[in-house]
């Protein structure tokens, strides 16, 4: 009894602890010329399913949930915002060459399509990513007129 009680006692320390270890969750400033929804002028309807659904991880707009303020959680939380935006950043769309564009187009496709974005884990936490077929259908229509058109 008197070991748990220490590996609590220490436990619960290190837990206070490491909430002083900072994560920075300051967005840097999403320049509205590089932003793909503008450049695009993305209609309001997808633009609602891409901040909903992409922005928090791909876009200089993150909004954390107050989970995300909690260490070891924010940790996570901020791990896949870095990965998601070095993957894809919505927000530096405009500084991507078409080569890039173009493959991120077809990626978004393939992974709304398939399921794999948004990440599994997220949805739980958030309903207004938990896209249905039919938005998950819109989004990759989207896409590939895009990529169709050639204008991008
Ligand atoms: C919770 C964070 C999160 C959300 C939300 C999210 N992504 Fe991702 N995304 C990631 C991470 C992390 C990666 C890189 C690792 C991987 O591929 O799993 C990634 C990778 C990708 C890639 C692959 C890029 C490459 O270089 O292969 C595409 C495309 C993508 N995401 C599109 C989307 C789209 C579209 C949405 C919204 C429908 C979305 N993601 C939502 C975190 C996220």
Redesign the pocket.
Known sequence: MKTFKKILLWSLIGFAMIQFIPTDKVNPPVDRKANFTDIRKTPAKIQG??KG??????SYETVYPKYAYIAPVSWS?K??????R???NFSVWGTYNRDLKE??L???????QNK????P???VY?KE?N?SDAE?AL?VKY?DEILKSGSY
């Open positions: 399913l891409l659904a992409c922005y928090d991880c791909h939380v791990s896949h915002v870095n990965e998601g070095e993957h894809l493959s991120m077809n990626k978004a496709v393939q992974t709304i794999t974005m948004p990440m884990g997220y949805i958030h990513a896209l998950r989004l896409f």
